[in-house]
């Protein structure tokens, strides 16, 4: 059995913030452990971008899967709260490194807010389609 084409569009922003997290931790990942053998002050900020966007796809993966329109809107909703967050973790909400040329500011800190945007928008997007769609 295939997915409808509705059920397609709905997995849109639990991809992207799956997307989210895997990059997180991954190619996009902030910088690494220092000669010493501790870390830098951003892996802070990257873990709790990691466990943010894991839970950020559980419940739009959950959304796309739901048929009660309040419930759908209500984590879609949740969804844009927790993607502003995460827009926010790195740099704002918790501290980077004191460099800016570092790999957290260059490269991680740029996914993250690209990835939050994309999820809130597509997450805004399901919403509207929500309240639109009519009882059949």
Not at 58 to 65: D, E, S
Request: aromatic share 8%; with cysteine.
């Amino acid at each position: 059995m295939q997915p409808s084409r509705k059920t397609l569009h709905k997995l849109i922003p639990s991809a992207f913030s799956l997307l989210l997290f895997l990059g997180s931790f991954t190619v996009f990942a902030a910088c690494g452990i220092k000669e010493d053998g501790s870390w830098m002050r951003c892996h802070s900020a990257q873990t709790m971008v990691t466990i943010f966007a894991a839970v950020l796809s559980a419940c739009l993966l959950l959304q796309a899967f739901t048929r009660q329109k309040a419930l759908r809107v209500v984590l879609n909703g949740i969804s844009i709260a927790g993607s502003a967050i995460i827009f926010l973790l790195p740099g704002k909400l918790m501290p980077m490194c004191m460099m800016h040329t570092m790999r957290c500011y260059t490269l991680f800190q740029p996914f993250v807010r690209i990835m939050a945007v994309l999820v809130a928008c597509s997450c805004l997007i399901q919403v509207i389609q929500a309240t639109r769609e009519r009882r059949h």
